[in-house]
T-cell receptor, first 120, second 116 residues
Framework: GAVVSQHPSRVICKSGTSVKIECRSL??????MFWYRQFPKQSLMLMAT?????????EQGVEKDKFLINHASLTLSTLTVTSAHPEDSSFYIC????????????????FGPGTRLTVL | SQKIEQNSEALNIQEGKTATLTCNYT??????LQWYRQDPGRGPVFLLL?????KEKRKERLKVTFDTTLKQSLFHITASQPADSATYLC???????????????FGAGTRLAVHP
């Protein structure tokens, strides 16, 4: 399957600082990227959907000014957690969806390895 | 609102047996359903997709069924191995409620432990 990377894999920051997480599709062009967060033993919760070159669509209850998403190219999307607080500590996962012959199944999403964010 | 239910309790089975995991959903009629595997601290890995007009799909030791009347999918792993131990997530096609963005709605997952 297609490969999606995330960087960093783990980050610890102080309250009030901003953190940027990168999501890259390494061997295919991702027309759509999704950002999720996951709390321990809970489901993946979709935060937002981004299409290359357009503004992200945020799910209800997700603050767009707090979680800034940029999908500047077909292989890169970034999530910036602004003015992070301890309650933002979570596991953030991106996924990518796209053509280019890499998707073996209809609407299959390829997930990154996740980023563990801890806000002190 | 849409609801997806997976057994919250871990499923413990003996190596070599068949593991069966259940995914039930309500208030929705998805066009397809997917199953993913997630290991601790890792992102999910796609396993199988089954469409609403398919009753069964197989891939090696994996089998998925989809009963749109019961609103249920069963995920089977035959001849299970300790390496199959992980959390298995079901996800429904959410495109009909997302404005066409092809998003997925995930269940909380069921943890499977295969003992030697």
């Amino acid at each position: 399957g297609a490969v999606v990377s995330q960087h960093p894999s783990r980050v610890i920051c102080k309250s009030g600082t901003s953190v940027k997480i990168e999501c890259r599709s390494l061997d295919f062009q991702a027309t759509t990227m999704f950002w999720y967060r996951q709390f321990p033993k809970q489901s993946l919760m979709l935060m937002a959907t981004s299409n290359e070159g357009s503004k992200a669509t945020y799910e209800q209850g997700v603050e767009k000014d707090k979680f800034l998403i940029n999908h500047a190219s077909l292989t890169l999307s970034t999530l910036t957690v602004t003015s992070a607080h301890p309650e933002d500590s979570s596991f953030y996962i991106c996924s990518a969806q796209g053509g280019g012959g890499r998707s073996s199944s209809y609407n299959e999403q390829f997930f990154g390895p996740g980023t563990r964010l801890t806000v002190l | 609102s849409q609801k997806i239910e997976q057994n919250s309790e871990a499923l413990n089975i003996q190596e070599g047996k068949t593991a069966t995991l259940t995914c039930n959903y309500t208030n929705y009629s998805p066009a397809y359903l997917q199953w993913y595997r997630q290991d601790p601290g890792r992102g999910p890995v796609f396993l199988l997709l089954i469409r609403e007009n398919e009753k069964e799909k197989r891939k090696e030791r994996l089998k998925v069924t989809f009963d749109t009347t019961l609103k249920q999918s069963l995920f089977h792993i035959t001849a299970s191995q300790p390496a199959d131990s992980a959390t298995y997530l079901c996800a429904l096609d959410g495109s009909l409620i997302s404005g066409g963005y092809n998003k997925l709605i995930f269940g909380a997952g069921t943890r499977l432990a295969v003992h030697p």
